[in-house]
């Protein structure tokens, strides 16, 4: 199987379907790579292109199967037990699986079209980071960045990194590490919150700082993290929600051009993760925070 793509290998592919706001539970990560979508289309941005990762819905199916325990992704198809079906905190319905096997796909294209064409790629899927081997947590319901891994593995690619700077920490993305992968799959992590902390062992690493040491933070992992390169295959977990604790947008801005710039011709993709309109906070906000990273990388 390989992904379509263009002969033009140099625009940023950035995977979306309509289905990644195909649950009736209406959130901002349910929602917001519709607004995103749009807005990409009425204000492109060059060299970006947006792609349908509909193809991938089987392998994503298997993916899933592979990287969540069988009842949970029972729970989620079937909404029973509901308590496991609702661990994600999103009320069940039966568009929530549709709308996370989308998300999934979405890494899943991304990343095969970044490992076979050595390029820069990317999808507009959140609510993955919080998701363990067994359930779901923090409005998220399946880990792509471990799909993401998972897909990478089985192209060949030996080592990966996981750079999380979402607000929060990724111990869902790190429990399931801990199950499946060995040392040579490296998480690091900066987060402004201490949801979903983890402990490093290897390579991985943690840093939990305030707002206002955000980019030094930011700094000093990219530091940290090109001490361990070479990487065959980088994974971004682009969080805005950085935003709502706090971080400046001119930080966030400095955070995305340092991380393009860390990336350099390694092959990589993102995710979107947090982004909230919660403050004083509007969805043209949250959509223009997310633009930064696309920019960024296009
Ligand atoms: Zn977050």
């Given at each position: 199987?390989?992904?379509?793509?263009?002969?033009?290998?140099?625009?940023?592919?950035?995977?979306?379907?309509?289905?990644?706001?195909?649950?009736?539970?209406?959130?901002?990560?349910?929602?917001?790579?519709?607004?995103?979508?749009e807005?990409?289309?009425?204000?492109?941005?060059?060299?970006?292109?947006?792609?349908?990762?509909?193809?991938?819905?089987?392998?994503?199916?298997?993916?899933?199967?592979?990287?969540?325990?069988?009842?949970?992704?029972?729970?989620?198809?079937?909404?029973?037990?509901?308590?496991?079906?609702?661990?994600?905190?999103?009320?069940?319905?039966?568009?929530?699986?549709?709308?996370?096997?989308?998300?999934?796909?979405?890494?899943?294209?991304?990343?095969?079209?970044?490992?076979?064409?050595?390029?820069?790629?990317?999808?507009?899927?959140?609510?993955?980071?919080h998701?363990?081997?067994?359930?779901?947590?923090?409005?998220?319901?399946?880990?792509?960045?471990?799909?993401?891994?998972?897909?990478?593995?089985?192209?060949?690619?030996l080592?990966?990194?996981?750079?999380?700077?979402?607000?929060?920490?990724?111990?869902?993305?790190?429990?399931?590490?801990?199950?499946?992968?060995?040392?040579?799959?490296?998480?690091?992590?900066?987060?402004?919150?201490?949801?979903?902390?983890?402990?490093?062992?290897?390579?991985?690493?943690?840093?939990?700082?305030?707002?206002?040491?955000?980019?030094?933070?930011?700094?000093?992992?990219?530091?940290?993290?090109?001490?361990?390169?070479?990487?065959?295959?980088i994974?971004?977990n682009?969080?805005?929600?950085?935003?709502?604790?706090?971080?400046?947008?001119?930080?966030?801005?400095?955070?995305?051009?340092?991380?393009?710039?860390?990336?350099?011709?390694?092959?990589?993709?993102?995710?979107?993760?947090?982004?909230?309109?919660?403050g004083?906070?509007?969805?043209?906000?949250?959509?223009?925070?997310?633009?930064?990273?696309?920019?960024?990388?296009?």
């Open positions: 199987m390989t992904t379509p793509t263009s002969p033009l290998t140099s625009t940023l592919k950035v995977f979306f379907n309509p289905h990644f706001a195909a649950s009736e539970y209406e959130f901002d990560t349910t929602r917001k790579a519709i607004d995103i979508a807005s990409l289309i009425a204000n492109p941005i060059a060299n970006v292109e947006l792609v349908d990762p509909t193809f991938f819905y089987q392998e994503a199916e298997r993916v899933i199967s592979l990287i969540h325990s069988p009842e949970y992704v029972k729970a989620v198809k079937t909404g029973k037990p509901r308590e496991l079906a609702q661990s994600s905190s999103f009320v069940w319905d039966k568009g929530i699986f549709p709308m996370a096997r989308a998300h999934t796909a979405g890494m899943i294209a991304a990343t095969r079209c970044a490992l076979e064409n050595s390029v820069r790629a990317a999808s507009l899927s959140s609510g993955m980071h998701a363990s081997f067994g359930s779901g947590a923090g409005f998220c319901t399946f880990n792509g960045l471990v799909a993401a891994i998972q897909t990478a593995r089985e192209l060949g690619a080592r990966i990194l996981v750079l999380d700077y979402d607000a929060h920490a990724g111990g869902g993305t790190w429990n399931i590490m801990q199950k499946l992968f060995d040392d040579n799959v490296v998480q690091v992590d900066v987060t402004v919150s201490p949801f979903d902390t983890w402990t490093p062992s290897g390579e991985s690493r943690l840093d939990i700082v305030d707002s206002s040491d955000y980019r030094e933070a930011i700094r000093t992992s990219l530091d940290y993290a090109a001490s361990l390169e070479p990487f065959d295959f994974i971004y682009a969080g805005v929600d950085i935003r709502n604790s706090g971080v400046s947008e001119n930080d966030l801005r400095a955070r995305e051009r340092m991380v393009a710039n860390f990336v350099g011709s390694t092959p990589a993709i993102f995710g979107l993760a947090g982004g909230y309109t919660w004083r906070y509007n969805i043209d906000d949250v959509v223009a925070w997310h633009r930064l990273t696309i920019s960024a990388w296009a």
